[in-house]
């Protein structure tokens, strides 16, 4: 079983930044993916950004180009950088680490409890 913790969020203005981090409780598979997804109210969890154990990235159309997915492998930690923050960035950014690729899919998936990131205008 691996935990993972967040932390970083809170509030803060149009324009501003955050840096959001999230630790795994130990060291994951060879092959894994760190991620971060984000769920606003009434709305569903949407992937943010993820990167994967040999540092390729990926991010969703909405925040390319304002934030950064990075990882510290020996740290176990996974952090996201957010610059030029919208109102509509405000939601619950939930960590996420799957492990230990099959081939065809990653057999165990993990989330962390969330972390409020509010954007006020």
């Known amino acids: 079983q691996v935990q993972l913790v967040e932390s970083g969020g809170g509030l803060v203005q149009v324009g501003g930044s955050l840096r959001l981090s999230c630790a795994a409780s130990?060291?994951?598979?060879?092959?894994?993916?760190m991620g971060w997804y984000r769920q606003a109210p009434g709305k569903q969890r949407e992937l943010v950004a993820v990167i994967t154990s040999d540092g390729n990235t990926d991010y969703a159309g909405s925040v390319k180009g304002r934030f950064t997915i990075s990882r510290d492998n020996a740290k176990n930690t996974v952090y996201l950088q957010m610059n030029s923050l919208k109102p509509e960035d405000t939601a619950v950014y939930y960590c996420?680490?799957?492990?230990?690729?099959?081939?065809?899919?990653?057999?165990?998936?993990?989330w962390g409890q969330g972390t409020q990131v509010t954007v006020s205008s």
């Open positions: 996420n680490a799957a492990t230990h690729w099959t081939g065809t899919r990653y057999l165990y998936n993990y």
């Open positions: 130990r060291s994951l598979s060879s092959t894994n993916v």
